[in-house]
């Protein structure tokens, strides 16, 4: 799926940014009560380790790469890739070397960051026989993925569910940059490793499932239903399906947690036992209807966060994407009760919680990242990198 990153106009979000940056708050809904947070002065609650200045990496609509420091949450430098950028981009465990895709050239390429973040070398590894869309580094970083499906402007006939040219991801070995066979999904579109790596979790963004690979043979082991209702292929309105559309994968390896957008609900699966599902459903109060875009559980594995949108977003636009009210909702992985509720002053995409930070950063439509505390919801920051019209393409990729 193509960014949902845009604003009614130009004016609105310019002055909803700098309500932001002088002071707007978050609300935080805890136990029926909602508290006001006002942004802080200094700009970061996250914990500086050393010398060493955390980066986080993301694509522009436009094909630059965003690198921000999010220690002070400052700009380094933005590199120009192509002409439109992937959806995501994989960062190995040094922080500072990306795998990343130029669409123009359907080259996938590697980026080695210098370790103050202001200056890049760009090397062409290999040429993609199939369309980019996500990148994904294993936990040791010797392995990344690129998965591949249709984007929602293409058309599929009900019935051709398999065997799409673009329906496949890639391995790619990072020791010698060796690029595999495509192996053949079902519209994948995002991945995670488990955290010891002998496992790949595949969202088939079109076909309501979850594909389960041995990494140690690239074999698909299982095939995990996922949201409510009958799968279909094609919506009401003749477009592709997009559910689940976010995952995530616990730290501690018990779940898989799924967003799926048209279906209206949240799934958390046991990975030891797939069958054992349970249901978050959107369609009932206090969610009003509201589309889960992305999930994502806390490091201690006792939370799962989800962004949701009010109204689905249009493919075609990305500039008026950015003002559709959106929602962060946090719930307890045991009882799935919701916690507490945090509405951003601007549209928020997806969700990345460090393990060395108390913050949480997401993306927005404006072609930024927002942080703010994982406990109080104080605003602690914000940067500025697309502007308005050239939105993030999807997600942000953090060590």
Known sequence: MRSVCESKSRGQLKNRLLTSVLGASLALSAAGCDTTAKVTEKASSTSHPGTFRPLAYFMLVDG???????????????????????HQVAVLPDNRTIYTG???????????????????????????????????????????????????KDTVLPGNSTNLPDDSILVIDTRTDKVSV?????????????LDGKTLFVSNVHH????????????????????????????????????PDGMSVSQDGKYVATA???????????????KNRRYIDYSKAPFDGALPHDVRFTPDSKEIWVVDFATMADPGHEAKNAEIPTHVRIFDIE?????RSIQPPVMVQRTSLPNYSKSAFLTTGYGGVVEFDRATGALQGQVVVGGV???VVCGMAMY
């Not at 369309?131 to 929602?152: K, Y």
């Open 208 to 243: 309501q499932t979850v594909s389960i690979l041995d990494t140690t043979t690239w074999k698909e082991t299982a095939r995990v239903p996922v949201g409510e209702g009958t799968p279909k292929l094609l919506n009401d309105q003749g477009h592709l399906v997009v559910s």
């Open 102 to 152: 130029d669409s123009d050239s359907g080259k996938i390429v590697k980026i080695t960051i210098s370790d103050d973040g202001t200056k890049s070398t760009r090397k062409d590894v290999a040429t993609s026989p199939i369309n980019m869309h996500l990148f994904m580094a294993s936990p040791d970083g010797n392995t990344v993925i690129m998965t591949s499906r249709l984007e929602l």
């Open 260 to 274: 799926n957008m048209e279906t209206k609900s949240v799934t958390i699966f046991e990975v030891a036992n797939p």
């Open 335 to 339: 009882t799935l009760a919701l916690t």
């Open 389 to 391: 019209g050239t939105p």
């Open 182 to 194: 495509p192996i053949v999904l079902q519209s994948p579109a995002m991945a995670e490793f488990s």
């Open 64 to 86: 630059r790469m965003g690198v921000v420091d999010v220690f002070d949450m400052k700009v380094t430098q933005t590199i120009k890739v192509g002409h439109y950028g992937v």
